[in-house]
């Protein structure tokens, strides 16, 4: 039976077709994550050359005055390269790599991005998980709409049931054989993306493969229940295309229009002026109303003199940090909002086997928002680190020169990349456990 079965299934056109559309589609998005890789490795490699030169152009021009140095000089913080990040890009095409700050205020920079084109933003990149999330399923429904319909309409359902001894068994054997196609396709692709990306296979590599075959499994009894109603191929073909269309375009979409209308950020705006108002407020204002709240939070630089009728560091990057201060009580709200934002879209997810498969891949390859803004939050810290390990020096007048300028590379942030397997498989097993297990049950009715 299953000779007869291979042999009917792959002189089929559709077998062709998917096994050609899968695997060039497939590749082509395996090298595009390739491509995206090289870009970050040069990017690093530019910015490590380009803090290096920054530095030293700048000494040499401003040896006598530190505090003129620093201000121009930026220091780059950088995500360290994760190969996975190829198979599922996520948010990374708008979040930056790598963020160069000057120890002036931190808000105005936090967020400044990477120069993208705008049409390839708007059409977003082929990566392999897109592959996997959107054209799968289609390839599914392709091959199976008309596993039982087929059969009907040309009249050999009936020679067919005569033949063999369990009607069920006929078509979930048909069935699998499609499956088994599709995850060999899945399979071969997971290993080329391993192979060609040289991604190391560690336990965020291995739950984006269950969770992929999960997902396959979850279309396969999807496609098994549909069948199940014993419809026509046009009926059963609309139907399955309607589901797709919702589960992959139209909950995400109402989803996201959802968490953007509900927690809304107007805390953006407002820390930007807080900011600005903040700092260029202080030009105008007595230089003791700006120290004040700069000595009562560094006390450690309160023995320092501040002339008032002249220019100084510690007055210009006290007002700097104040700056800051001030719009600190906005900022954490609008970061409170966005994680605010993941958090309901994951719970939502939970339900929705298609944005829970694009959630966990963005997790597991470290592409979601919850790393980007904790790689915001790490660089909160190191623009801290740099500003009051440049103060004293700033602040007693030292020459850029007495600085061992060698200690200020281009520094790397590493992914916090941990996840909860169960909290990334289970969802997609037990909605597939039920689905597949109805449409079992519709089948005996056969």
């Not at 040499?60 to 198979?87: Q, W």
């Not at 965020?204 to 999960?214: E, K, P, R, T, V």
């Not at 069948?227 to 609309?238: C, E, G, K």
């Not at 204002?285 to 510690?314: A, C, G, H, R």
């Amino acid at each position: 039976m299953y000779k007869l079965l291979f042999k009917s299934f792959f002189r089929t056109k559709i077998f062709l077709v998917s096994l050609v559309l899968l695997l060039v589609v497939g590749v082509i998005s395996i090298f595009i994550g390739k491509q995206y890789l090289v870009k970050q490795e040069k990017a690093i490699v530019a910015a490590e050359h380009f803090q290096e030169q920054s530095i030293k152009n700048n000494v040499e021009y401003h040896m006598d005055d530190l505090g003129l140095v620093l201000y121009y000089l930026r220091f780059t913080l950088m995500k360290k390269p994760v190969n996975m990040s190829a198979i599922s890009i996520g948010q990374s095409d708008v979040n930056p790599l790598m963020q160069a700050v000057t120890i002036r205020n931190l808000e105005g920079q936090k967020h400044d991005t990477d120069f993208e084109n705008p049409s390839l933003l708007m059409s977003g990149n082929l990566d392999l998980g897109f592959v996997i999330i959107y054209l799968f399923p289609l390839v599914l429904i392709a091959m199976t709409f008309n596993l039982y319909s087929e059969e009907k309409e040309l009249g050999t359902w009936r020679i067919l049931s005569a033949q063999t001894a369990g009607k069920m068994g006929f078509l979930l054997k048909k069935m699998g054989i499609r499956i088994g196609f599709v995850f060999a396709i899945l399979f071969l692709l997971l290993a080329l993306a391993a192979i060609i990306l040289q991604i190391p296979l560690d336990a965020n590599f291995w739950a984006l493969g269950f969770q992929s075959l999960l997902y396959v499994l979850f279309w396969s009894a999807l496609c098994l229940f549909v069948v199940s109603f014993q419809r026509s191929s046009s009926v059963n073909a609309l139907s399955l295309i309607s589901i797709w269309v919702v589960l992959t375009v139209l909950l995400p979409a109402m989803v996201n229009n959802y968490v953007l209308n509900k927690y809304q950020v107007p805390e953006a705006l407002e820390a930007m002026i807080e900011q600005r108002d903040g700092y260029h407020e202080k030009w105008d204002l007595e230089k003791d109303i700006t120290m004040d709240p700069f000595f009562k939070v560094y006390p450690q630089y309160s023995n320092y003199s501040v002339p008032d009728d002249k220019f100084s560091w510690i007055w210009y990057y006290g007002m700097q940090h104040m700056g800051d201060m001030e719009s600190h009580e906005s900022s954490q709200e609008m970061r409170e909002k966005i994680l605010l934002r993941n958090k309901v879209s994951e719970t939502v997810a939970l339900f929705v086997p298609t944005m829970h498969a694009q959630l966990s891949f963005n997790k597991l390859a470290g592409t979601d928002m919850v790393s980007h803004q904790e790689f915001l939050d790490a660089l909160t810290q190191f623009h801290e680190k740099l500003r009051v390990g440049f103060y004293t020096d700033i602040f007693d007048e030292k020459s850029a020169n007495t600085i061992d300028w060698t200690k200020y590379e281009a520094k790397f942030y590493e992914l916090n990349r941990s996840f909860s397997w169960l909290r990334v498989l289970l969802p997609t097993l037990v909605i597939t456990f039920l689905v597949g297990i109805i449409g079992i049950i519709k089948l005996k009715q056969l």
